[in-house]
């Protein structure tokens, strides 16, 4: 179950602020982010071996696009699409909006289910995809959002129970370099393994990779990478004037 919190704040330098962690089977491998498809220039995010796509990715127009599992539908299924896909089938566009309005335009019973967060400085939304129909998007309120397997804010998720009022509670923080505030909380592995927000490994399966990315109102995005668990790794620049 990966975790993606987000926070829109319309007229403030840095509009959107996003951090994600990616859990994950420990063996699957993956490639940092870069500008891994030349198909799609301008593209950047971490590929994922087994088919090529990506959990978290953004274009040069500065729209972000992310994907999670929802709940009961971890890993591939004979005669469905990668989830990997649906990211760089959004990044296509040059809006958040027209990114989410082209994933709504798809048959979701291609793919598993999926959660979707879009998202540019203007604002985000959330992607149901439910395995069947067209997916379902909803433009998110200003403030912050928490998504894991299930919609955002879902207070039943022993995970967003516990860590969205410690989000909301934090200062914010101040980016490129001062994310102190929320690298705490995505880093916390305390607790049952439910409502850990950096999941300790257990059979095979825990957090593999972390990222805090900042959109601002005028100039360039900013994107750190943790290439372990956020207790672990240091968070690094990705370099996103390539592709």
Same mark, same amino acid.
């Given at each position: +179950?990966? @975790? *993606? $919190?987000?926070?829109?704040?319309?007229?403030?330098?840095?509009?959107?602020?996003?951090?994600?962690?990616?859990?994950? +089977? *420990?063996?699957?491998?993956?490639? /940092?982010?870069? /500008?891994?498809?030349? #198909?799609?220039?301008?593209?950047?995010?971490?590929? &994922?071996?087994?088919?090529?796509? @990506?959990?978290?990715?953004?274009?040069? /127009?500065?729209?972000?696009?992310?994907?999670? =599992?929802?709940?009961?539908?971890?890993?591939?299924?004979?005669?469905?699409?990668?989830?990997? #896909? *649906?990211? *760089?089938?959004?990044?296509?566009?040059?809006?958040?909006?027209?990114?989410?309005?082209?994933?709504?335009?798809? &048959?979701?019973?291609?793919?598993?289910?999926? =959660? +979707? $967060?879009?998202?540019?400085?203007?604002?985000?939304?959330?992607?149901?995809?439910?395995?069947?129909?067209?997916?379902?998007?909803?433009?998110?309120?200003?403030?912050?959002? +928490?998504? @894991?397997?299930?919609?955002?804010? &879902?207070?039943?998720?022993?995970?967003?129970?516990?860590?969205?009022?410690?989000?909301?509670?934090?200062?914010?923080?101040?980016?490129?370099?001062?994310?102190? %505030?929320?690298? /705490?909380?995505?880093?916390?592995? %305390?607790?049952?393994?439910?409502?850990?927000?950096?999941?300790?490994?257990?059979?095979?399966?825990?957090?593999?990779?972390?990222?805090?990315?900042?959109?601002? #109102?005028?100039?360039?995005? $900013?994107?750190?990478?943790?290439?372990?668990?956020?207790?672990?790794?240091?968070?690094?620049?990705?370099?996103?004037?390539?592709?």
């Amino acid at each position: +179950m990966c @975790t *993606l $919190v987000v926070l829109h704040r319309p007229g403030h330098p840095w509009p959107l602020l996003l951090a994600a962690n990616r859990d994950e +089977m *420990l063996d699957r491998a993956w490639d /940092a982010p870069a /500008a891994h498809w030349p #198909e799609r220039p301008g593209v950047i995010g971490g590929r &994922d071996h087994l088919a090529g796509g @990506t959990w978290l990715a953004i274009n040069r /127009a500065g729209v972000v696009a992310s994907v999670l =599992n929802r709940q009961g539908s971890l890993g591939p299924k004979l005669g469905k699409r990668s989830r990997g #896909e *649906l990211p *760089l089938i959004a990044l296509a566009e040059d809006s958040a909006e027209a990114a989410a309005a082209a994933i709504t335009g798809l &048959d979701a019973g291609e793919w598993r289910r999926f =959660n +979707m $967060v879009i998202a540019d400085r203007h604002g985000a939304y959330f992607v149901r995809g439910l395995a069947t129909g067209a997916p379902h998007a909803e433009r998110l309120a200003p403030g912050l959002a +928490m998504v @894991t397997a299930r919609d955002p804010n &879902d207070l039943t998720s022993p995970r967003v129970a516990r860590h969205l009022p410690r989000l909301k509670a934090a200062s914010p923080p101040k980016p490129p370099d001062d994310w102190e %505030s929320w690298r /705490a909380i995505i880093a916390d592995r %305390s607790g049952a393994i439910e409502s850990q927000f950096t999941i300790e490994p257990q059979g095979g399966f825990g957090t593999i990779s972390s990222s805090l990315l900042a959109l601002p #109102e005028i100039g360039a995005p $900013v994107w750190l990478f943790a290439p372990e668990a956020p207790d672990i790794a240091a968070f690094v620049p990705v370099a996103l004037g390539q592709g």
